[in-house]
């Protein structure tokens, strides 16, 4: 952009990018020199974007409980969201087969419910919305 603003990512705020040129100082590169960062952003949303429609089809197919989505949707993996939920990963794992999702008690799908910013009834009624990093507080 001629102003040297970008949308996406970074919302608009100045990217400001500096390269070494061979042994020499760093230089500030020109936002015409950036389009690099634009493509890999792009690709690697794309790759997301890819991973949580897929766990979307499992859900909707009754493969995975909502879960799947949800830890997709936020580049989440079944040990990562152990650690946040404080449980061990082969309970995470269990928790992603709808029949086990479908027993789970009241405080892990509200421990669930928080971490994703979602109501309990959402997530039981395996509703699919958005990453915790789309909302807006």
Not at 64 to 88: F, H, R, T
Not at 108 to 128: E, S, W
Request: a positive charge; one cysteine or more; proline letters at 4%.
């Amino acid at each position: 952009m001629a102003d040297g603003k970008r949308k996406g990512i970074t919302e608009g705020m100045p990217l400001i990018q500096y390269a070494v040129e061979g042994q020499g100082p760093c230089r500030r590169l020109a936002s015409s020199e950036t389009g690099t960062v634009d493509v890999v952003n792009r690709q690697a949303w794309e790759v997301i974007e890819n991973q949580v429609a897929a766990a979307r089809a499992r859900v909707v197919a009754g493969e995975a409980s909502v879960l799947l989505y949800y830890m997709a949707a936020n580049q989440m993996d079944p040990a990562l969201l152990a650690k946040y939920m404080g449980i061990a990963c082969w309970r995470v794992k269990r928790h992603l087969k709808p029949r086990h999702f479908a027993r789970l008690p009241a405080h892990l799908l509200t421990g669930y419910a928080r971490l994703f910013k979602i109501n309990v009834d959402d997530l039981r009624q395996g509703r699919f919305l958005a990453a915790v990093y789309e909302k807006k507080e």
